[in-house]
Structure formats: C-alpha cells, structure tokens
C-alpha cells in the first residue's frame, strides 16, 4: 500500500519489530517517507506510534529489522537529526532558562567540552524568535505553562539545523494559538526540504496538517499520500471497532478525498 519514492528516502525501514516481554509492539514494519515532507504517525492508542520513532531513533533495541536516514545509520548523521519527545517526559523542575534549553540544541555542532559562542547564543535567540518566546528567554522552564514549553522545545529542535525532525504529540496540551503556530513552523520547515514526522491524534486535522501518513495498529495499515492514504477503508482498518466511539469521525470519512493546505478542494468538515 506504500507509494514508490524515487529519490533517497528521507526514512526507511525494513521488517522492524519490537516486543517488550516477548510480545510485538511493532510487527514487521515496511515503509519508506520521501525528503520534504511533513508526516503524520496516526493510529489508536497502544498502536505503536511513539515506539515506531524511538526505536528509528535508537532509544528501544529492535528484535529484528533496521531503518536508514538517507540511506545511512543514524550513528553516521545523528547531527541531521533532531528528536522531540513528548512534554510529559520532561523533567520541567530542572533548574534551567528556557535560553539554556534552546542551546542545547547547539551541542551537537559545538562538541561535548565547548561552550556555547556569541553566534550560537545568536541563533538559540533566532529560534525562539520563530516560536514566539524570544521574551521568556531568561525565564525558568518551571515557570512555562504548557504551550510555552511546547514553543521552547520547537526552538530547541530548530537550534539543532537538522534535517529530519521526530515529533511525539507535539500538540497535546497546548491550547488553540500554540497548535496554530506549530504547524505553521512546521509548514515552513518542509518548504525548506526538512522531513518532520509527527505522533498524532487528532483525525479531523490530518487532512488539512499533514502531506503524507502513516497508519498503524502494531503493523503497518497503509502509508502514502494523505489524499490517497487516509481513507474510509483504511481507517476502518486501523481502528476497527474503535472508529465508531471516536467523536466526529463519521464525518470525517464520508468522502474518500480530503482538502489541500491551501482549501482547493472542497471544505471536509
């Protein structure tokens, strides 16, 4: 069901399985994602989503199968790579500026013994000016409602120059604004060739936020396009009984064609 891509995949990944305790929370996973283009890991919860970017990330050991950065091992391009993990994660207690986070994006190009020059206190600056928080800069990350942490590991993110970014619920407990915001950085970061990967939950919004999905229940539904991917019968088939129960949804996958960004075609909801 995936799409052929012609150029050096941005991600690609052969029969990759991962099992805690002899279970499989990944079976067998096949996919390639093409260079530039903003995707969305969707499928219900318990799926996998989270486990499939950590173990691409090397953060989980694999029972069987490998995955390839353009063609590479992650330990040979680890500096074009750039991971955001859920907020929940994060220990916000630790004594740190919201400026102190952002530059550690810059590490990975300064070596682990140099500190932070002018030009990287600079572009640390730069990054939180995209996010809207260049005026939290100096401020303690305990301080940061949920929104701003989001924007301040954005900026972090964006401090690493990478180019392909894995993003764990980026919009999970941010409000409205923030969520806007996001994605429109998001949007922007493609234009500019960036791969961003993106664990999502929200079905309404796939059509209108991501170029290409893919859909997962522990193995691999479908992956391709989201115009020819995301449809009624493959969401039946990720979600099974569990569509039903999810608000709106019947909505959603009426038609088996969906909006572009730009609203060319015909309004989904």
């Not at 929940?88 to 400026?99: R, T, Y």
């Not at 401090?159 to 919009?171: G, K, R, V």
């Given at each position: 069901m995936e799409k052929e891509i012609s150029i050096t995949p941005a991600l690609e990944i052969h029969d990759?399985?991962?099992?805690?305790?002899?279970?499989?929370?990944?079976?067998?996973?096949?996919?390639?994602?093409?260079?530039?283009?903003?995707?969305?890991?969707?499928?219900?919860?318990?799926?996998?989503?989270?486990t499939l970017i950590k173990a691409v990330m090397g953060l989980l050991p694999l029972s069987?199968?490998?995955?390839?950065?353009?063609?590479?091992?992650?330990?040979?391009?680890?500096?074009?790579?750039?991971?955001?993990?859920?907020?929940?994660?994060?220990?916000?207690?630790?004594?740190?500026?919201?400026?102190?986070?952002?530059?550690?994006?810059?590490?990975?190009?300064?070596?682990?013994?140099?500190?932070?020059r002018k030009a990287d206190r600079d572009a640390a600056m730069d990054c939180l000016k995209q996010v809207g928080m260049e005026q939290y800069a100096h401020r303690q990350i305990s301080q940061l409602s949920g929104g701003q942490q989001q924007r301040t590991f954005l900026a972090r993110a964006l401090?690493?120059?990478?180019?392909?970014?894995?993003?764990?619920?980026?919009?999970a407990g941010v409000d409205a604004a923030t969520e806007k915001a996001i994605i429109e950085l998001l949007r922007n970061m493609t234009q500019a060739n960036k791969t961003v990967i993106v664990v999502h939950h929200d079905l309404q919004s796939v059509p209108q936020y991501f170029d290409w999905v893919i859909l997962l229940n522990t193995r691999l539904i479908a992956c391709g396009p989201t115009a020819s991917t995301f449809t009624q019968s493959n969401l039946q088939e990720t979600y099974g009984g569990k569509l039903t129960l999810l608000s709106d949804v019947g909505d959603l996958i009426k038609r088996e064609s969906f909006p572009n960004r730009e609203g060319s075609a015909k309004q989904a909801l």
């Open positions: 990759l399985t991962v099992a805690f305790d002899r279970k499989p929370v990944l079976w067998n996973i096949d996919l390639k994602l093409p260079q530039g283009k903003l995707v969305g890991i969707i499928g219900p919860n318990g799926a996998g989503k989270s069987s199968g490998f995955a390839k950065l353009f063609d590479q091992d992650l330990n040979d391009i680890r500096t074009r790579v750039s991971y955001v993990p859920q907020r929940e994660s994060v220990d916000w207690d630790f004594p740190a500026s919201v400026l102190d986070v952002v530059l550690m994006g810059r590490y990975g190009k300064l070596g682990l013994f140099n500190r932070p401090a690493q120059q990478a180019d392909i970014y894995f993003m764990d619920e980026p919009f």
